[in-house]
């Protein structure tokens, strides 16, 4: 990437976006990165720190023209509707998820884009897939409108890099745990619901059984892995539909044990919703041995360091 071009970042204001687009303006300087976003407004904290657009993804000419006044050469595209939200309005999830990206990959041919980071996700996989180290390549049999748009997605990136050559580079991520942003309407929130509601009320209604274990993710883990992957050399990355990455693999009962190290009185009831069926459809665990051969990744955080961290922050902020 030359001097004078930019990184744009696409779903700004959501929960991965809001703080990625953070660590690349601290990375690589605040005007270096272009903050996109459409409905939600943008914190303080980006508008001061670099450039930020109003964008309509699923407007190809609104996007093509964004992209080239800024100089886009890079981009990370992360708008998306989540897996919960987007059962209630499958339809829309489908046009803003998977129409975005195709408009993207269509204005990243025409302007020969340098390369495009694309999440997918670990709603790929169905009940008909391995839920234990569920592999790189195996059966991808999703339950919701979110996991179809993800599937469509990785076989759309991996089309245009075969037939157009665009280096677009992807990671199934695992559920994401911040203590920035809050829960953004997918299946996993409840493992970040629990630690505000643990530390405001001393009470949680956990939305998935004691039981249910998912793969998941600490926010510096997430934002450091997307990073490695748009930073290593072109011939490292051997594949161009997603990664498998993880970090942890806990059910909800054990993040709970873990938090009462800290709130030893926290209550905690289980009921059930309509999530369950989608949890229960997903991975346990993932082998994500690809990416750590091909381009060295290497979370940095465990179950407990996650659960201290969280804590800490958080005590703070919220018993201010």
């Known amino acids: 990437m030359d001097t004078s071009s930019k990184i744009l970042v696409t779903g700004a204001t959501g929960q991965i976006g809001s703080e990625l687009v953070l660590e690349l303006r601290r990375r690589f300087g605040g005007e270096k990165v272009v903050a996109a976003f459409h409905n939600r407004s943008a914190s303080e904290e980006i508008i ?42 499958p339809q829309a999830a489908w046009r803003t998820n998977t129409g975005s990206l195709y408009k993207l990959l269509e204005a990243g041919r025409k302007l020969k884009l340098e390369r495009i980071f694309w999440p997918s996700s670990i709603a790929v ?11 790189q390549d195996t ?29 677009v580079r992807s990671v199934r991520y695992p559920g994401i745990v911040s203590s920035e942003t809050h829960p953004g309407g997918g299946t996993t929130d409840y493992a970040v619901e629990v630690f505000y509601e643990a530390i405001a009320k001393g009470r949680y209604t956990c939305f998935v059984r004691q039981d249910t ?55 905690v009831d289980y009921r059930p919703d309509h999530r369950q069926a989608i949890a229960d459809s997903w991975p346990m665990s993932l082998d994500d041995t690809e990416a750590r051969d091909d381009w060295g990744w290497a979370p940095e955080h465990d179950l407990p360091s996650m659960v201290r961290d969280m804590m800490t922050k958080l005590t703070l902020r919220l018993r201010k």
Request: proline fraction near 7%.
């Open 48 to 89: 001061r720190g670099g450039p930020v657009v109003k964008v309509d993804l699923t407007s190809e000419e609104g996007l093509e023209a964004i992209l080239q006044e800024h100089q886009v050469a890079q981009v990370y595209h992360l708008a998306a509707v989540l897996s919960a939200v987007g059962e209630k309005d």
């Open 125 to 135: 996989f169905g009940p008909t897939s391995p839920r234990i180290r569920t592999p």
């Open 139 to 167: 059966v991808m049999t999703p339950t919701s409108m979110y996991g179809v748009t993800k599937v469509a997605g990785e076989l759309l990136c991996n089309y245009y890099h075969r037939r157009y050559g665009l280096d």
């Open 213 to 267: 274990r998912l793969p998941m993710m600490y926010m510096p883990d997430c934002l450091k892995c997307a990073v490695d992957i748009m930073q290593a050399a072109p011939e490292r990355i051997r594949r161009h539909d997603a990664y498998n990455v993880t970090s942890m693999s806990f059910s909800a009962g054990e993040l709970v044990s873990e938090i009462r190290r800290h709130l030893p009185q926290l209550m």
